[in-house]
């Protein structure tokens, strides 16, 4: 709408939509609003990364009490295999099967079995202890299996002499037996000292088995 004004030209007035002309009503709410919705926005993520944490500590709290719970049972486990094998080991270590050989065993064994089953001499040589290999495989954990030969010559009034030789000498540890030969000796008209005669030579070789302790690593076993 035009307006005359006496002292210049007529100015055009020009009338302000009501929601702009009326927005000073309004502020207030609407500063309410926006502070209102920065705030809730603010929260929501907040509490979105707080979710986010809490489930992170869940999950490795469950990592944790199932790493625990796995040890738990590897103990378990490990007592009933003690519980298990314990009286077994503790005999092999009695026997010297276990540990580092004991050589002065074998040699007492083998003079007390001649003197107690009245044997002809026997002579004897043990190389230097070496591993030992078998077939198959055998789980022996911290342990290695050696072995130490013998060589076992013996004069026989019968076979059985050599039979029960072995069996008696099986009660002072583990060996296996490599080879073993019989040979029939001539009689001879002339008994030797003591009226017995040999009608048998016998060469055996045998393997004495230990189970030493492995060698550390930066150094050897004690």
């Known amino acids: 709408m035009d307006a005359l004004n006496s002292n210049g030209p007529a100015v055009t007035r020009i009338r302000l939509p009501y929601w702009i002309r009326d927005f000073a009503l309004v502020r207030p709410a609407v500063l309410t609003f926006a502070a209102t919705a920065c705030l809730s926005v603010g929260a929501i993520t907040a509490s979105y990364w707080q979710l986010d944490d809490a489930r992170q500590e869940e999950r490795r709290a469950l990592e944790t009490r ?70 198959g495989r055998l789980a022996t954990a911290d342990y290695q299996l050696r072995g130490s030969r013998m060589t ?38 002339a008994a030797p000292a003591g009226g017995r005669n040999a009608t048998l030579s016998s060469d055996c070789t045998l393997n004495w088995l230990t189970l030493t302790p492995m060698p550390r690593r930066g150094g050897s076993s004690r």
């Open 66 to 135: 199932e790493a625990a719970r796995r040890s738990f049972l590897y103990a378990e486990s490990e007592k009933q295999e003690i519980r298990a094998y314990q009286p077994l080991f503790l005999e092999l270590r009695r026997r010297h099967i276990v540990g580092a050989e004991n050589r002065l065993d074998w040699v007492e064994a083998i003079r007390q079995i001649q003197e107690g089953r009245h044997l002809l001499p026997v002579t004897y040589e043990i190389e230097p202890q070496q591993p030992y290999k078998l077939e």
């Open 152 to 189: 076992l010559h013996m004069d026989l009034l019968h076979e059985m002499d050599l039979f029960n030789f072995l069996d008696d000498l099986r009660q002072k540890g583990v060996f296996t037996v490599q080879q073993c030969a019989l040979r029939r000796i001539p009689v001879t008209s």
